[in-house]
């Protein structure tokens, strides 16, 4: 498994543009503004309260495909924030609540590897800066994107017993894949998994 791919093997195709793993499409800078939907929170709003109707991303996208962004700046309690989004937009997406036991661990998978990705950017990043979201009627891609140099890796040999450095190992086992992008003179990078849409 790769974690330096910019995209997942398959038949679907390049991802277009601003829905890339690189923040506003492969050609854009930092700082140019994000094309697709992004959701800022101020102060103490709640996702609930702060994400629109139309945060579902393009009406008639290719494929069914639903789109979410979450903007970290000046947020605290990040992890929970994320779960908290993440959550929302599986319920709007019909993955919650789960009518089967199936549907119940794939939206509890995605919710975990959240959790993991935006818990690694705050432990070996300088904080994420942004969560997305994209899903179609096979696969949910997630991306966090920061600020940080490092590269994610899950730790060799893995040892359960050992506390911390579990994360990426988590993401490894859950996803169908996983990788990071760097856009080429921009400072830090995106950090994607993929799962699979519960049938």
Same mark, same amino acid.
């Given at each position: 498994?790769?974690?330096?791919?910019?995209?997942?093997?398959?038949?679907?195709?390049?991802?277009?543009?601003?829905?890339? *793993?690189?923040?506003? *499409?492969?050609?854009?800078?930092?700082?140019?503004?994000?094309?697709?939907?992004?959701?800022?929170?101020? *102060?103490?709003?709640?996702?609930?309260?702060?994400?629109?109707?139309?945060?579902?991303?393009?009406?008639?996208?290719? *494929?069914?495909?639903?789109?979410?962004?979450?903007?970290?700046?000046?947020?605290?309690?990040?992890?929970?924030?994320?779960?908290?989004?993440?959550?929302?937009?599986?319920?709007?997406?019909?993955?919650?609540?789960?009518?089967?036991?199936?549907?119940?661990?794939?939206?509890?998978?995605?919710?975990?590897?959240?959790?993991?990705?935006?818990?690694?950017?705050?432990?070996?990043?300088?904080?994420?800066?942004?969560?997305?979201?994209?899903?179609?009627?096979?696969?949910?891609?997630?991306?966090?994107?920061?600020?940080?140099?490092?590269?994610?890796?899950?730790?060799?040999?893995?040892?359960?017993?050992?506390?911390?450095?579990?994360?990426?190992?988590?993401?490894?086992?859950?996803?169908?894949?996983?990788?990071?992008?760097?856009?080429?003179?921009?400072?830090?990078?995106?950090?994607?998994?993929?799962?699979?849409?519960?049938?």
């Amino acid at each position: 498994m790769s974690t330096t791919r910019p995209c997942s093997p398959g038949d679907r195709g390049p991802e277009p543009s601003g829905v890339s *793993g690189v923040p506003g *499409g492969g050609a854009s800078t930092a700082s140019a503004p994000r094309r697709d939907v992004a959701v800022p929170l101020s *102060g103490a709003q709640s996702p609930t309260a702060s994400t629109p109707p139309e945060a579902s991303g393009p009406s008639g996208a290719p *494929g069914g495909r639903q789109v979410r962004r979450l903007t970290f700046e000046d947020q605290g309690a990040v992890v929970p924030l994320a779960r908290d989004f993440t959550r929302q937009a599986l319920q709007e997406w019909g993955w919650l609540p789960a009518a089967t036991a199936d549907r119940r661990a794939a939206a509890e998978d995605v919710l975990l590897v959240v959790s993991e990705l935006v818990t690694n950017a705050c432990l070996h990043a300088e904080g994420p800066d942004q969560l997305g979201i994209v899903c179609d009627n096979k696969v949910i891609r997630l991306e966090v994107t920061d600020r940080g140099a490092g590269q994610p890796t899950p730790r060799t040999p893995h040892q359960a017993g050992r506390p911390g450095g579990h994360g990426m190992f988590i993401v490894q086992r859950l996803c169908l894949d996983w990788g990071v992008v760097r856009a080429p003179g921009v400072p830090g990078k995106t950090v994607w998994a993929e799962l699979g849409a519960p049938a």
